[in-house]
């Protein structure tokens, strides 16, 4: 398995629509695990973090399945602006005191 | 509010030359970090750092150099450059490591070796 995997799509949905991406990570003993946005041809900036429980921030909500090694982000009501590539990040190591890893992205485009 | 700075924006670079980017930040974060990352791919740590005068190599450390004198600067060198390290260089800061750190981004330097 490969350390930070996603579905590179790209996801093409209408305004409005609700669309879910996935992750799966490869090490059980993950700690910490986030969301970030990047458009095109900026830099990264952290969408939300997930916790075991899962959260949710507006439009967004953010699960993580820890038997099965993914995480999730759920949009409901997409709006043009949600365009963009969404990076899943996981803090591989077995303690805090590591880099975090970047999955290679999932790329959104949301059409009118 | 600058946050962290990259400079140069946009540099290219013949085969064998060097160059040095420039990150620095106002933050007074502790940890330090260079990814690069190749079109369609996500980001590969080249170098972290966890304070002055401490680095250490990340995923694809080959070919680049890291100095930490300073909390505020973290330059990233390239000797010798190679049509391999064309890509968009992102220099980043936090104020805690990996699991609870948000990670703040320059806006990024593009290198084209030809």
């Known amino acids: 398995r490969k350390e930070v995997e996603q579905d590179p799509g790209p996801f093409n949905v209408p305004e409005g629509a609700t669309v879910a991406f996935n992750c799966t990570y490869s090490?059980?003993?993950?700690?910490?695990f986030f969301w970030y946005r990047q458009d095109c041809r900026k830099e990264p900036k952290l969408l939300m973090s997930v916790y075991s429980s899962g959260n949710e921030d507006g439009r967004f909500t953010a699960q993580l399945n820890r038997a099965s090694q993914y995480i999730s982000l759920l949009i409901r009501d997409s709006k043009l602006s949600d365009s963009a590539t969404y990076l899943c990040?996981?803090?591989?190591?077995?303690?805090?005191?590591?880099?975090?890893?970047f999955g290679k992205g999932t790329r959104l485009s949301v059409i009118a | 509010n600058a946050g962290v700075t990259q400079t140069p924006k946009f540099r290219i670079l013949k085969i064998g030359q060097s160059m040095t980017l420039q990150c620095t930040q106002d933050m007074n974060h502790n940890y330090m970090y260079w990814y690069r990352q190749d079109p369609g791919m996500g980001l590969k740590l080249i170098y972290y750092s966890v304070g002055a005068g401490i680095t250490d190599k990340g995923e694809v450390p080959n070919g680049y150099n890291v100095s930490r004198s300073t909390t505020e600067d973290f330059p990233l060198r390239l000797e010798l450059a190679a049509p391999s390290q064309t890509s968009v260089y992102f220099c980043?800061?936090?104020?805690?490591?990996?699991?609870?750190?948000?990670?703040?981004f320059g806006e990024g330097s593009r290198l084209t070796v030809l």
């Open positions: 990040v996981v803090n591989l190591g077995n303690s805090g005191n590591t880099p975090l890893v």
């Open positions: 980043a800061s936090s104020p805690l490591m990996g699991s609870a750190g948000e990670l703040f």
């Open positions: 090490n059980s003993a993950s700690q910490s």
